[in-house]
């Protein structure tokens, strides 16, 4: 088991997000999926957010992160979300046109943890 340690913490805490594109629209493709990538890539860096595993698909993405334990996953996925929206939006102006409400990312997101605590480390 790989642990990450804080000034007082020590933790091991794991999220894994899939969240699509409004209407489901297959627009993370070519020169915006791989923007798409950076700029998460980048937003994860800034917030400690270690990104573990991760796919883009044409119409939705999966992350699995590790992530402090000040950080609750719905502020994750607000900063991401955000953050990603904003900036494609800024290089590509062509996206307004199909996304005219400013808004790239559907309003929800499915979030599960992946935990490995047994009956046995409970015990001890």
Same mark, same amino acid.
């Given at each position: #088991? ?10 091991? =805490?794991?999220?894994? @997000? !899939?969240?699509?594109? &409004?209407?489901?629209?297959? !627009?993370? *493709?070519?020169? =915006?999926?791989? *923007? ?18 991760? !796919? ?14 000040? =950080?609750?996953?719905?502020?994750? #996925? ?8 904003? *900036?494609? @939006? %800024? ?5 307004? &046109? ?5 808004? @790239? ?6 979030? !599960? ?9 409970? *015990? %001890?």
């Amino acid at each position: #088991m790989e642990y990450r340690y804080g000034s007082h913490t020590i933790f091991k =805490i794991q999220y894994h @997000f !899939v969240f699509v594109t &409004k209407y489901r629209y297959h !627009v993370l *493709k070519g020169d =915006i999926g791989f *923007k798409a990538r950076d700029l998460i890539r980048q937003t994860c860096h800034a917030f400690e957010i270690d990104i573990l595993k991760g !796919v883009i698909s044409k119409d939705h993405v999966h992350l699995l992160v590790s992530a402090p334990p000040n =950080i609750a996953p719905s502020e994750i #996925m607000r900063r991401i979300k955000g953050r990603t929206s904003a *900036k494609l @939006f %800024e290089s590509y102006p062509d996206l307004r &046109k199909r996304y005219w409400g400013r808004h @790239f990312w559907a309003r929800g997101y499915f979030c !599960v943890t992946s935990g490995e605590v047994t009956e046995e480390m409970i *015990k %001890e």
